[in-house]
């Protein structure tokens, strides 16, 4: 059965999240032909111009055209800033590396789509072109939160902050869904983001040309030193900022061996790097906890957790503390465990919670 006949078909209405891109395109064409009343929405996010709004948002008006569905547009620019743009620069600017992509899901995405859509549309279903997989658990009486079919595309990483209410809200038609499928049902739609390149990098990046050159327009660049770990000089930076745990290449600094970043020290205005092996710890330290799948709980468990996007999941201890922290025993060290991006916790394919880095250990 195809994910176009598996979305049950019925007369409903519901609010798709538009970007432009043809994930998002995807997916209300298909909500859509299931013979849902679909509305699409694109919020605006970003001052200038950047792929993900001045050409995404002409991009998701021609895409509703082509439907026949009505299109609205929310200037979120100020409510953007405030959530992602000074959550990154204050980050940076401690020498944290932020994980911007789950906050803005949260924050800017999912809760300001589903209060538009409740308020001012009276609809209470929403849907985007997320790769993750949603089902209601009725023993748990919890929305549960699954990786993606294509594990090469799997986003439940960046939905971990996203609540049970907004989770009750949501379909995900993607979530059964390759990218190469996803790209073929655009085909044969006739939709015109079918070829529509990928956004392959973060959209400040893809709007600023790097993240350097985004940072440099908030903060001001202040030389410093380079040091190892028994506090020897080995070169200069000209911001702590400008780097990130587990960084090797680009440190300007000669040796006999790879050295990579493994701390930032804004108070002393100093880089330090060492090579791999001193780049691994075994925990770390979480907060700001959401617990997703399961009800939040005081009882250590098992689970596999993933400490950035790309890395493979690793098995651990994952031990809650009081508050909305918890600390990571992992059963062995890893490499580049970075204070400010997200700690994800899964059973199989089961996402449970997860947390910001606070410290590692």
């Known amino acids: 059965m195809s994910n176009a006949e598996s979305i049950e078909k019925k007369a409903e209405k519901v609010v798709v999240g538009l970007s432009g891109g043809v994930d998002s395109s995807v997916a209300a064409a298909l909500l859509h032909r299931a013979g849902y009343d679909v509305t699409g929405l694109t919020l605006w996010l970003m001052r200038g111009k950047g792929q993900c709004c ?13 439907l026949g569905i009505h299109h609205e547009i929310v200037d979120s620019r100020d409510v953007f800033e405030q959530n992602i743009i000074n959550y990154l620069v204050t980050g940076y600017a401690a020498g944290s590396t932020p994980s911007p992509c789950s906050r803005c899901n949260k924050a800017v995405k ?9 308020e001012k549309l009276g609809i209470n279903k929403i849907a985007t072109g997320h790769y993750a997989k949603l089902s209601f658990n009725p023993e748990s009486g919890r929305y549960e939160l699954r990786r993606a079919v294509d594990n090469t595309k799997d986003q439940s990483y960046f939905l971990y902050e996203v609540g049970q209410e907004e989770l009750s809200c949501c379909i995900f038609p993607l979530g059964d869904t ?4 996803t790209r073929k049902i655009a085909a044969e739609f006739g939709l015109a983001t079918a070829e529509k390149p ?27 030193k380079i040091v190892d770990t028994n506090g020897n000089v080995l070169g200069e930076h000209d911001g702590t900022y400008h780097y990130t745990i587990g960084q090797r290449k680009g440190l300007g600094v000669a040796a006999a061996n790879p050295l990579y970043v493994i701390a930032l020290d804004p108070i002393k205005n100093e880089v330090v790097v060492g090579d791999r092996s001193e780049a691994h710890d075994k925990e770390c330290t979480i907060h700001q906890v959401n617990w997703v799948s399961i009800a939040p709980t005081d009882v250590p468990f098992h689970a596999e957790v993933q400490v950035r996007y790309r890395t493979i999941p690793a098995s651990a201890t994952v031990i809650p503390l009081e508050g909305d922290r918890a ?6 060290p890893q490499f580049s465990i970075a204070p400010g991006q ?7 394919d089961l996402l449970l919670g997860g947390g910001l880095i606070e410290s590692k250990q």
């Open 327 to 332: 600390r990571i025993v992992f059963d062995e």
């Open 342 to 348: 997200a700690a994800v916790f899964y059973r199989d």
């Open 198 to 224: 990928e956004s392959m990098d973060l959209c400040l990046v893809e709007a600023n040309g790097s993240m350097k050159a985004f940072l440099d327009k908030y903060l001001t660049p202040v030389q410093g």
């Open 54 to 66: 001045s050409e995404g948002m002409v991009d998701a008006a021609r895409l509703c055209e082509e």
């Open 110 to 118: 999912f809760t300001p789509m589903m209060t538009y859509a409740r």
């Open 178 to 181: 390759t990218k190469v499928e």
